[in-house]
């Protein structure tokens, strides 16, 4: 007789290297059990928002697959499909997936899909990318390493055609990993399997998505991330004026980078409206100032 594994939440993200370009999307499946399953696939010339709703679209064919009764919580970090399927849908159906400003919806075969396949089983919660949060960090990693061309190795992996097989399985190790623990501090010499390190120029936004993505989202999401880039550089401006060293990896989470993309940059560099300059080494990390562009060339003025 088989176990049934009923599944507790669901963590998705997508990628994309170039956008549009060679892109990927990640799955975790989180059960009641404190089993995990993971899911990823790759297209060769996509967007990231067509990424993000692929990944949400996988953790949904699984639910209904698998004929789960118990709600479930699905996790994504982009307010785009969060927002798309829980408010605007609704009104893009109505006006014959126009929008607001009469113009087409874009990606309307998607939204279809997901309108199709969404529950009342299912709650939609958005959560910030990049935040240490170990479900999130887990499908970006995997949503990576697809969009790379570098399938990663995925845990208790199935085929999305036969998802009841992992649900009803005796065989599904357990890995006693919490859906919302958060992610051990990454030191320096940390190595990510199979994550390619971000073009130097993703350094300069602490928004991982690129402009023509950007274009594409409704007015209230670019308000949102406008909100949350201000955030951002208030953070940034506060270590500044205080004089607080950052590792690396705080440095990284602060700018929306990966560790690698920071400490391959070199000691001094400019970034927004600061200058970056490494401190020190203490252990395994490596420590940073970060300085006002206008106070550094005020200093050297004088």
């Not at 055609?161 to 320096?188: G, Q």
């Not at 409206?273 to 060339?297: A, C, K, M, P, T």
Request: with cysteine.
């Amino acid at each position: 007789m088989s176990i049934t594994h009923q599944i507790k939440s669901f963590y998705t993200d997508g990628a994309c290297s170039g956008n549009p370009g060679p892109g990927g999307w990640g799955t975790i499946i989180y059960f009641t059990d404190d089993s995990v399953a993971e899911i990823g696939g790759a297209e060769a010339q996509t967007t990231n928002n067509r990424m993000e709703m692929q990944a949400a679209i996988a953790a949904l064919k699984v639910l209904k697959t698998s004929g789960q009764a118990e709600p479930v919580t699905l996790y994504t970090d982009s307010e785009y499909v969060k927002n798309g399927i829980t408010k605007w849908i609704k009104g893009w159906k109505k006006k014959g997936w126009k929008t607001s400003q009469g113009k087409a919806v874009l990606n309307q075969d998607l939204w279809e899909t997901l309108d199709v396949l969404n529950s009342p089983l299912v709650e939609w919660r958005y959560v910030r990318g990049h935040s240490g949060n170990q479900g999130n960090e887990r499908s970006d990693q995997v949503a990576r390493a697809f969009a790379s061309g570098k399938p990663p190795v995925l845990e208790n992996s199935f085929d999305l055609n036969s998802s009841p097989a992992i649900v009803k399985s005796k065989n599904l190790s357990v890995t006693r990993r919490a859906d919302s623990a958060v992610a051990p501090e990454l030191t320096d010499n940390h190595i990510e399997p199979n994550v390619p390190t971000p073009d130097l120029a993703m350094i300069d936004s602490p928004i991982s998505s690129p402009t023509n993505a950007i274009d594409e989202l409704p007015r209230e999401v670019r308000v949102a991330q406008l909100r949350n880039l201000v955030e951002t550089l208030r953070t940034a401006d506060e270590i500044a004026t205080q004089g607080y060293l950052i590792s690396s990896s705080e440095l990284a989470d602060l700018m929306d980078v990966n560790a690698s993309a920071v400490t391959s940059r070199g000691d001094h560099w400019p970034w927004r409206n600061w200058i970056v300059s490494r401190v020190r080494r203490e252990g395994n990390q490596i420590l940073w100032q970060l300085e006002r562009v206008d106070q550094v060339n005020t200093t050297d003025a004088d």
